[in-house]
C-alpha cells in the first residue's frame, strides 16, 4: 500500500461466549481513503465497527490508530484521539434541538470547542449536512434522513481524523440515496479518512477505493471495488454455493 | 452575563433577603416551617442538580445527610462546630465518591435500589461502631445554636447551591451531563468521561447532603440512626423536587414549597395520614405532571404565546 497508514487492525478477534464475531481480521486504512467494509448479514461488520470505536473491547489482537495502540481505551478516550462513529439505529439526543446536538460533537471530542466558537463551528456543520435551516427545530420535527443528516454533523463537528459510519445510506429512499451517496463523496473530495459499512451497491461502487469483505467473522477478500465482486468466494458468500 | 441573568441574579438575591427576614417576625411556627423549607429546598435541589440531567433517581439523600448528623453528633464535644461542618461536608463528598465509583455504572432501577440500601447500611454501621466502640446508642447535641442561626445557615447553603448550580449549567460539565441524561453511548463516543461527570455532579449533591445534616444537627438534641438515616427524608426530597420540576434549577423550590405546607396541615389534622399523602403526590407526578409545576407552568406559557 502506497499511502500511509493511518489505522491498523492487526489479528483481531471477538467471541461472545462460544460464539466468534470476528476472528483474526488483518487490515490497514490509509490516510485519506475511504475503506468499505462489506459482506453478508452477520458476517460481523458492526461488530467491526464497535471494536475500533471502543464499544466492545477485543478479545485478543490490537488495533492502533497512527501506531500507538486503541483498543484496550475506553470510547471517550478513542473518540478524543479521533475516531468518531455514526450508528446503524440513528442516535440522536431528543431532549436538544438540532443546533445543540451538532454542539455536542463539538465540545468533548478530537478537536474541542466551546462556547461561541463551538456553536459557529456545529452551524458551519449544519451547512455542510444541510440542516442549517432547521438549526433550532426540535429532533422530532426532523424527517429520517435528516436525522442521518445531523448525525453525521454531531460526528464531524468533533473533526475527527476517521470516520466510522455504520450503514449511513441504509433506510433511505431512491432520492434521499442520491443526496446521500452526494455527500459522502464531499467528505472523500475534502480528503477525509473513512471507513463505511454499507449494504447499497452502488454507494460501494463509486464511494469507496478500497473494499474488505467479511464473511462468518473473517475476512475472505480484499481489493478494489471491482476486484472484490467480482471474487468468486464473495460471490459465493453473498448468494450461495450454486450461483458461484 | 446578558440581562436576563441580571435580572435572574436581582430576583434571587431580593428573594433570598426577604426570605433572611422572616425570623423578624417573632413567630416560631412560621420560623419551624421556615427551617423544614429551607432544609428541603436545599436537599431537593442539590439532588436535582444531580438526578435532573442525568436521570438517575438517588435515594441516598439520607445516607448523606445522616453521615453529617452524625458528625455532628459524635464531635460536638471536643471540636469547634464550624470545623465539624467542615468535616461533614468532607465526608459526605468522599463517601458519595466511593458510592458513585462503584454505583453509577448500574444503570435505572438497579442504582435505585443500590442507593436506597445504601442508606440502610450506613445506618447500621453507624449502629454498630457505636454499640461497639460508643458504648451508646443516641448521642446528645447541647449547643446554644437557635433556630434562627440554623435557619440563616441553610438559607446560605441554599445561596450557594443555587450559584453552583447556575454555574454548572453554564458550564462544560453541565452540557456533558445533559448529554449523558440523553443517551449515554452517544456521551461516551462523543468524548464524554461519563463516568466522572456523573461522579463530580453525585459528589456536590452528596456534599450538601451531608452539610444539611450537620447543620440542622443541633436542632434535635438527642440523635440516634434510625432518625438520621430515616429513609423517608430521601423519598420525600425526591418526590418534592419532581413535583416541582428538575429542569430548571428552581423547579425544585416550587415543589419544596406547597409540599411542606400540605404535609404541615397533614400532620397537625391527620397525624397518620401523611404516607397517604406522599403516596398521592407521587400518583399526581406519575400520571398528570412528569415534568412538574414547571412543565406544566411552561406548557401553558408556551401555548399562552400561541407556539404550542
Request: charged letters at 15%; hydrophobic letters at 50%; aromatic letters at 8%.
Amino acid at each position: 500500500m502506497d499511502k500511509r497508514k493511518i489505522l491498523s487492525v492487526r489479528n483481531l478477534t471477538k467471541r461472545f461466549g462460544g460464539l466468534v464475531a470476528v476472528n483474526a481480521m488483518n487490515f490497514d486504512v490509509g490516510e485519506h481513503e475511504v475503506l468499505g467494509l462489506i459482506g453478508p448479514n452477520g458476517s460481523g461488520k458492526t461488530t467491526m465497527m464497535n471494536l475500533i470505536s471502543g464499544a466492545l473491547k477485543p478479545s485478543s489482537g490490537e488495533i492502533s490508530l497512527q501506531g500507538s495502540r486503541i483498543s484496550d481505551l475506553p470510547a471517550q478516550d478513542i473518540n478524543r484521539k479521533g475516531v468518531a462513529r455514526t450508528f446503524q439505529l440513528v442516535r440522536l439526543l431528543p431532549s436538544l434541538n438540532v443546533l445543540d446536538n451538532a454542539i455536542a460533537g463539538a465540545v468533548f471530542g478530537h478537536r474541542q470547542r466551546w462556547g461561541q466558537e463551538a456553536e459557529d463551528y456545529a452551524m458551519q456543520m449544519l451547512e455542510r449536512v444541510g440542516l442549517s435551516e432547521q438549526a433550532q427545530a426540535p429532533i422530532s420535527k426532523l424527517t429520517y434522513i435528516d436525522q442521518k443528516r445531523l448525525e453525521l454533523a454531531r460526528v464531524l463537528a468533533g473533526d475527527p481524523k476517521i470516520l466510522l459510519l455504520d450503514e449511513w445510506l441504509a433506510g433511505l429512499n431512491p432520492t434521499e440515496l442520491e443526496t446521500g451517496i452526494e455527500l459522502i463523496r464531499d467528505l472523500r473530495g475534502e480528503g477525509r479518512t473513512i471507513i463505511l459499512v454499507e449494504h447499497v451497491m452502488d454507494a460501494i461502487r463509486s464511494l469507496c477505493d478500497r473494499c474488505v469483505v467479511m464473511n462468518s467473522g473473517v475476512k475472505i477478500a480484499e481489493g478494489t471495488p471491482a476486484e472484490v465482486l467480482a471474487d468468486h468466494e464473495v460471490i459465493r458468500a453473498y448468494l450461495g454455493d450454486e450461483d458461484a | 452575563m446578558n440581562n436576563k441573568d441580571w435580572r435572574n441574579l436581582g430576583l434571587a438575591a431580593l428573594g433570598l433577603a426577604i426570605a433572611a427576614c422572616l425570623p423578624l417576625s417573632g413567630n416560631g411556627y412560621y420560623l419551624t416551617i421556615g427551617v423544614t423549607i429551607a432544609m428541603y429546598t436545599v436537599l431537593a435541589t442539590s439532588w436535582a442538580l444531580f438526578s435532573g440531567p442525568t436521570h438517575y433517581i438517588s435515594l441516598a439523600t439520607a445516607a448523606f445527610y445522616g453521615l453529617g448528623t452524625y458528625v455532628v453528633a459524635m464531635g460536638i464535644d471536643d471540636v469547634p462546630y464550624v470545623i465539624l461542618l467542615v468535616i461533614a461536608l468532607g465526608v459526605g463528598a468522599i463517601a458519595a465518591g466511593l458510592v458513585g465509583l462503584a454505583t453509577l455504572r448500574l444503570s435505572g432501577v438497579y442504582f435505585v435500589i443500590f442507593t436506597l440500601g445504601l442508606a440502610e447500611m450506613t445506618r447500621q454501621v453507624v449502629t454498630w461502631i457505636q454499640s461497639n466502640w460508643g458504648g451508646h446508642q443516641g448521642n446528645y447535641v447541647l449547643t446554644d445554636i437557635t433556630e434562627e442561626m440554623i435557619y440563616w445557615q441553610l438559607l446560605a447553603v441554599a445561596a450557594c447551591v443555587y450559584l453552583v448550580g447556575w454555574l454548572i449549567g453554564r458550564s462544560r460539565l453541565g452540557f456533558a451531563l445533559k448529554i449523558i441524561g440523553n443517551d449515554e453511548v452517544v456521551a461516551a463516543h462523543s468524548g464524554i468521561n461519563t463516568a466522572r461527570s456523573k461522579v463530580i455532579l453525585f459528589m456536590v449533591s452528596g456534599m450538601v447532603a451531608a452539610l444539611v445534616g450537620a447543620i440542622l444537627a443541633p436542632r434535635w438534641t438527642y440523635i440516634e440512626p434510625s432518625m438520621a438515616f430515616s429513609p423517608m427524608l430521601s423519598f420525600q426530597v425526591v418526590i418534592m423536587a419532581l413535583l416541582g420540576g428538575v429542569n430548571r434549577l428552581w423547579g425544585p423550590l416550587v415543589g419544596v414549597i406547597p409540599f411542606t405546607l400540605l404535609w404541615e396541615a397533614v400532620s397537625i389534622s391527620f397525624p397518620n395520614q401523611t404516607l397517604l399523602l406522599m403516596g398521592v403526590a407521587f400518583l399526581l407526578i406519575v400520571y398528570a405532571i412528569p415534568h412538574g409545576f414547571v412543565g406544566l407552568i411552561e406548557k401553558y406559557n408556551a401555548r399562552f404565546r400561541g407556539d404550542g
